[in-house]
């Protein structure tokens, strides 16, 4: 983060940063304002050949992947299954014999809710959908229905695709690491001025005061250390955020050593998000982190960093593997979603509404309006 603008201490006008300088005279009210120096000794850090020696000298394994030709998926078959529904789109896929070499993953989150559980859950939020389409119903009437893996299903007459609830892993990476961040900022103190001023009561100037809160900054600067344990960011490329942010948290301190067979009866997707791709995201988050730790640093009523140069130290990271049930269903060309985290139970899905019912219930509104504002003139 560099600066190129900074505010005047006397009176906070944007004043212009010239690199070399170290003092500068404010051209609105002439005030001298000193620069501190920033932080030195800080070096580029090698993010990507770190990443690379760390991806590899981690574990990996070939996998027969199936990428899915409608949405982009890549996600394994269970054994000695050639095709299947995709379960994050409902288009069927078949197995095309290639491989490739993926990170193996070293933590798993069993699944802690049971097939037959997602399943009422799924007839439950339908039941409740009073604006779904009808088709929508007749699919929660054949989730019920004992199919393996995930076929492919469409009804006849029906103008729904879709398939069975299937349980998947989606891909995160986790990672952990220290940092060291030296900065330069701003603290503000609060403090309040008496201002004199003319009130006119009655037609006649009155002499008053008033209370006004001003901010007094000055330079701050320091280093923060933080410690970062199991920030998750996900590794799927089939899901949009806004649906992985709807399923909520993920109680990564249960994770557990992966085994093959967590994945017998499940299917994993593989991840699209590569180690560094992850790594970049994961330092967002810890940039925001590191930047909170720096505010209570500087204390004070209001800061303003200018300048931080988080170091990091001991990353490490996990490819972890987190459970879903997901029943996918294409109505009139769209994709539908019903998502539950199988650790949690919470829900996240995307539903058609049917038009004449929406009209239908718009209607009938309009008539309690008719009927409520009919009474109301009525009693005047
Ligand atoms: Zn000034
Ligand atoms: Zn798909």
Not at 219 to 242: E, H, R, Y
Not at 317 to 324: A, D, G, M, S, T
Request: with cysteine; glycine share 10%.
């Amino acid at each position: 983060m560099s600066v190129a603008t900074f505010p005047c201490l006397s009176c906070g006008a944007e004043l212009e940063f010239k690199p070399g300088t170290n003092s500068l005279t404010c051209p609105y009210c002439h005030g001298l304002n000193e620069i501190p120096e920033l932080p030195e000794g800080v070096e580029e850090q090698d993010f990507q050949g770190m990443l690379g020696r760390l991806d590899k000298d981690a574990e990996h394994v070939d996998r027969l992947d199936v990428p899915c030709g409608s949405c982009g998926a890549v996600v394994e078959l269970p054994e000695n299954v050639t095709s299947a529904a995709c379960p994050f789109c409902g288009s069927n896929v078949v197995a095309t014999g290639a491989s490739h070499r993926i990170i193996k993953p070293q933590g798993v989150l069993p699944f802690g809710i049971a097939r037959d559980k997602a399943q009422s859950m799924f007839r439950e939020w339908i039941g409740g959908l009073w604006f779904a389409p009808s088709d929508l119903k007749q699919l929660a009437a054949m989730t019920g229905v004992e199919l393996s893996g995930g076929r492919a299903m469409s009804g006849a007459g029906s103008s729904m695709q879709g398939s069975v609830l299937s349980g998947v892993y989606l891909p995160y990476w986790t990672f952990d690491a220290k940092t060291t961040t030296p900065y330069t900022g701003q603290r503000g103190d609060a403090y309040y001025e008496t201002q004199s001023y003319t009130a006119m009561v009655n037609g006649r100037p009155q002499p008053r005061t008033r209370q006004v809160r001003k901010i007094r900054w000055s330079w701050a600067s320091g280093t923060v250390f933080n410690v970062f344990d199991d920030v998750l960011v996900p590794a799927t490329g089939s899901l949009p955020q806004k649906t992985l942010t709807s399923l909520g948290s993920w109680d990564t301190k249960d994770v557990v050593a992966y085994n093959d067979a967590f994945l017998s009866g499940f299917r994993a997707e593989s991840y699209t998000v590569t180690l560094a791709e992850g790594f970049s995201l994961a330092q967002r988050r810890m940039e925001r982190m590191i930047e909170d730790t720096i505010r209570r640093d500087i204390g004070g009523d209001e800061q303003r960093i200018h300048s931080m140069s988080p170091h990091y130290q001991e990353i490490t990271f996990k490819h972890v593997l987190v459970p879903v049930w997901i029943s996918s269903y294409r109505y009139r060309g769209k994709i539908f979603r019903f998502i539950v985290n199988a650790r949690s139970g919470r829900i996240a899905a995307e539903r058609p509404y049917s038009g004449w019912k929406i009209t239908l219930a718009v209607v009938l509104a309009l008539i309690a309006i008719g009927v409520v504002v009919l009474v109301v003139a009525s009693q005047r």
